[in-house]
T-cell receptor, first 116, second 111 residues
């Protein structure tokens, strides 16, 4: 059973461009979570999605950021008009059900975004 | 929202000695406390977790203790080995799915 897959692993963008980060959860997992890790800081929750639904996006900036988890295909975190402050490692995690069911989150290797 | 503080930020131990990392949290409603190990260039890997109905949990050389009254929990690694060198993060779950992470502890095990 493959783990959580993220691509690309490294992404370089110039200011004003768009960044699209992809996450394929573990097989059988229908819950996806995105986190951002700034240099030398802990991970910060951004958004929680189930298939075709955003459950909680309270940690995601209201502007320029969006996330989706379609019925088919990977979850996508999209950052429009990137700025240097968006440079960070973005991690995706998945779980079979929500944590209230006793699950744990399993993390992918992350995408390291660098904005020039 | 939940605020998790983690200490120390760096920890250097001699191989074979024990390492202890401590975390405090602010939201008394938190009921899930996992610990993650992150190696360079990789994502966090769950090493142990504890829920609020348990005061202590052990898995081989790793143990976690939880004091809900004081709102703090700790990670104990005994008989440290060089491969234990990594960044360790504690986390608390404020709302079932939303993990709040500490800032991390960089552990270095000296051979």
């Amino acid at each position: 059973n493959a783990g959580v897959m993220q691509n690309p692993r490294h992404l370089v963008r110039r200011r004003g461009q768009e960044a699209r980060l992809r996450c394929s959860p573990m097989k059988g997992h229908s819950h996806v979570y995105w986190y951002r890790q700034l240099p030398e800081e802990g991970l910060k929750f951004m958004v929680y999605l189930q298939k075709e639904n955003i459950i909680d996006e309270s940690g995601m900036p209201k502007e320029r950021f969006s996330a989706e988890f379609p019925k088919e295909g990977p979850s996508i975190l999209r950052i429009q008009q990137v700025v240097r402050g968006d440079s960070a490692a973005y991690f995706c995690a998945s779980s079979p059900q929500g944590l209230q069911a006793g699950d744990t989150q399993y993390f992918g290797p992350g995408t390291r975004l660098t904005v020039l | 929202g939940e605020n998790v503080e983690q200490h120390p930020s760096t920890l250097s131990v001699q191989e074979g000695d024990s390492a202890v990392i401590k975390c405090t949290y602010s939201d008394s409603a938190s009921n899930y406390f996992p610990w993650y190990k992150q190696e360079l260039g990789k994502g966090p890997q769950l090493i142990i977790d504890i829920r609020s109905n348990v005061g202590e949990k052990k898995d081989q050389r790793i143990a976690v203790t939880l004091n809900k009254t004081a709102k703090h929990f700790s990670l104990h690694i005994t008989e440290t080995q060089p491969e234990d060198s990594a960044v360790y993060f504690c986390a608390a779950s404020e709302v079932d799915y939303k993990l709040s992470f500490g800032a991390g502890t960089t552990v270095t095990v000296r051979a």
